[in-house]
């Protein structure tokens, strides 16, 4: 049965019309004009159709977790925020305080401590999705339905980056489901409903907008959330959000409040993003994401002048993998990366996402930037493994007392910083690894310098400024001299830290 577009009633116009013109005839002040688009303003009249047509499909979701409490003991509770982070308290509490009447060292037992979220069944058989975080590392799965019933879950697969999971349950009946809707439709304003688990407390249903979309709020390399103000709790997590239609636009993810409460600022994912993960988990048990196979960075109205490219737009290379298929292309260190695929890459955060979600083995066209021309490289995405993941950051370097260059190597100070030649001693004293071929290196850094307030440190090395090198504290002198002289007012270095990661960061001319 299809659901039906809730609006609010409208008045035939000819009826407005008359009692418009009534007052006048009467000689009567006239009434205020009839603002139909502020009524329609008020949203739908109802949302009980919804709502009911909704809310069976909608599940509960018991996660737990078997805890040896000898293992335990030697063990610290979780980061707070996870899904047992409560009981794991409770735990720990009554651990250090000892049971009441307890005499002496008490036996190891096993403990169980259990997170509840929610779910929603997208397949009749029993497919069911929630987030990741729902069910985390949790021994035993339990799907609870409207009309309480309970059924063990099987996980199918699961994804964290995105934080989805897709469950399966064996049924003696086809169960009410709901299916995915067009995300990519919804506009800010748009009306919406969450449907979850809050609190524990059971089916709840709420109602709001589409407050904002693609919103970024740096809880992975893939955000892209809805942000929508109808509430969504603790316990809603992995509870749908549904349009007028009664179709799964969102998953509610995240919520944003001081005191763990709704406040009116809450994440969804959006079902554009979730529905290839899900079928990727019901295809292989994992997920098989496209690979550049490059080490990005946002390009700030500052890089933008330093490189002559006017607005700031696209991803900075900042580093390629030796064997990635970008390297293979021609992709280098200083390229900008404007559009991937026929899509305008504006931001540098779009690119993973547009990126991940390309087909493994693809042929796509990268257009770049590379010293102001334009040109398309042709990219084969490769696949992006577990490895290929984990990229290290720069581990900074505290409370480490640098010993002053040697009197034989060159030094030259410029833009708060300190240079020397990158001689075998440096090497030494900074554990700079061979990869790094060439450059100078920062052996001081100006606290109250812009290096200092774009986190440059001590032992790092610039390789390059406005990608041309500097290979002795010298050619720094004379760039920095040829930048003044064709009116630049900052300076982009290429630095790379110990380990040969790289980055770029634009620095004010003095």
């Not at 799965?141 to 989805?164: E, R």
């Not at 892209?224 to 969504?232: E, P, R, S």
């Not at 890089?303 to 696209?314: F, K, P, T, V």
């Not at 796509?364 to 010293?371: A, F, S, T």
Request: proline share 7%.
């Amino acid at each position: 049965m299809g659901v039906t577009r809730f609006a609010p009633r409208r008045a035939p116009a000819a009826l407005i019309a008359g009692a418009l013109a009534l007052p006048l005839a009467c000689g009567l002040a006239p009434l205020a004009p009839f603002d139909i688009r502020a009524a329609a303003a008020r949203g739908p009249e109802s949302l009980a159709g919804l709502a009911s047509e909704v809310s069976d499909a909608v599940v509960n979701i018991s996660a737990t977790q078997a805890m040896d409490e000898k293992r335990g003991a030697g063990q610290s509770p979780p980061e707070p925020g996870t899904p047992f982070d409560d009981l794991f308290d409770e735990f720990f509490k009554r651990r250090s305080q000892g049971e009441p009447g307890a005499q002496g060292p008490r036996a190891p037992r096993e403990r169980r401590s259990n997170s509840l979220g929610s779910g929603f069944v997208i397949d009749p058989s029993g497919l069911v999705v929630t987030n990741n975080h729902v069910i985390a590392d949790a021994n035993e799965v339990t799907v609870i339905f409207t009309d309480g019933s309970k059924l063990k879950a099987d996980v199918v697969g699961k994804d964290p980056k995105i934080d989805v999971a897709v469950l399966r349950v064996k049924p003696d009946k086809p169960l009410k489901a709901v299916k995915f809707g067009d995300s990519d439709r919804m506009r800010v304003g748009d009306w919406v409903i969450a449907v979850g688990n809050p609190f524990g407390l059971g089916g709840s249903v709420s109602a709001g907008i589409i407050s904002a979309v693609k919103r970024n709020i740096d809880s992975g390399p893939y955000d892209n959330y809805f942000q929508t103000d109808a509430a969504i709790n603790k316990g809603n997590s992995g509870g749908p959000l549904f349009n007028m239609d009664g179709e799964v636009i969102g998953v509610n993810t995240a919520i944003l409040s001081p005191s763990g409460g709704s406040i009116g600022i809450g994440f969804s994912t959006p079902s554009s993003m979730i529905q290839p993960v899900v079928e990727q988990l019901l295809q292989y048990g994992e997920t098989r994401r496209g690979w550049l196979g490059v080490r990005i960075q946002n390009v700030d109205d500052t890089i933008a002048e330093s490189l002559n490219l006017g607005a700031a737009r696209g991803a900075l290379v900042a580093g390629a993998d030796e064997k990635g298929p970008a390297r293979a292309a021609g992709i280098r260190t200083g390229d900008i990366i404007v559009k991937f695929d026929g899509v305008a890459i504006n931001e540098s955060h779009e690119l993973p996402k547009i990126v991940a979600s390309a087909p493994v083995g693809k042929d796509v066209e990268v257009v770049i930037l590379r010293e102001g021309k334009e040109m398309t490289k042709t990219i084969r995405l490769g696949r992006l493994e577990e490895k290929d993941r984990k990229l290290t950051e720069a581990a900074a370097r505290r409370g480490e007392e640098q010993k002053p260059p040697a009197a034989s190597e060159a030094v030259e100070r410029a833009l708060g910083m300190t240079f020397s030649s990158l001689s075998d001693d440096a090497r030494r004293r900074f554990s700079i690894r061979p990869g790094v071929g060439s450059g100078v290196v920062v052996t001081e850094v100006d606290p109250g310098s812009g290096a200092a307030e774009k986190r440059i440190l001590a032992g790092e090395v610039v390789v390059e400024i406005n990608q041309a090198p500097v290979k002795e504290p010298t050619d720094v002198a004379r760039r920095l001299d040829d930048l003044k002289r064709e009116g630049k007012k900052s300076a982009l270095l290429l630095v790379a830290n110990g380990q040969g990661e790289m980055r770029f960061v634009a620095l004010p001319m003095p």
